[in-house]
């Protein structure tokens, strides 16, 4: 899968990108992520690609000639057959249903914001998406940017290799992970369950789910909505909302 992004600080983003599981997955040739400097695409003297707001008020707006041109540069015949990212508050929120829909693209394109934000016609006119990755305000569409390929590129198979399917994971059953223990089994004084050094793997997948259970209850219970749940998670559900209303194990019929 092929990124391209636009930014006006790759370096920035580089040493992220080149770590770890990301950058062995380009070293894989699985992701190939591709940072362009929208600056060097500046035509003047002093090489502007920001200006003042039309219509007045503070702050600086992005021009939109350097940053079609980036765009064009990088994208050639592909310009209007990938997706075009506008990482903005203004875009829709970024959730795993959406990580999972980009995944099934082979290629898709950035483009990070700074300043105030960019000129209205990179979204109308470049840009085919627009993503926020949360209600909280940052300084630009970088860190957004790393998000997205983050949680795109490790639903690529062969991106995670010996650590584990993506599968595994919370946001894929919909409920929060259960306790994760290494050694030593005593630490400080405090000890890892006994359920977990038992050697029994029933009843460690039994204690695993009912704790992902009790977390996803105690503390985003909105995620049950959408979970994938047994019978006999909703008997354990049942049982914790009986003892959270302070009536253990009555429950209803
Ligand atoms: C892109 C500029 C800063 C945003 C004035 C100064 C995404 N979830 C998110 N929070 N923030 C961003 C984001 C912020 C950005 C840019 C993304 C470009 N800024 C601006 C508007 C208000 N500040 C984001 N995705």
Redesign the pocket.
Known sequence: MRFDVFTLIPAAMRAYLDASVLGKAQAAGLVEIRLHDIRAHTTDRHHTTDDTPYGGGG?MVMKPEPVFACAEAALGEAMGRVPVIL???Q?RVFTQQVARDFARESHLALI???????DERIRTHLATDE???????????EL?ALILIDAVARLIPGVLGDEGAAGDDSHSSGLLEYPHYTRPPEFRGWSVPEVLLSGDHARVAAWRREQSLRRTFERRPDLLDGAALSRSDREELDRLRGRAAGEPDEGHA
């Open positions: 702050g990482l903005t508050p875009g990070c914001g700074r300043y105030e934000g960019v993503i926020s990755v949360g209600d909280y305000v940052l300084t630009g569409g957004p």
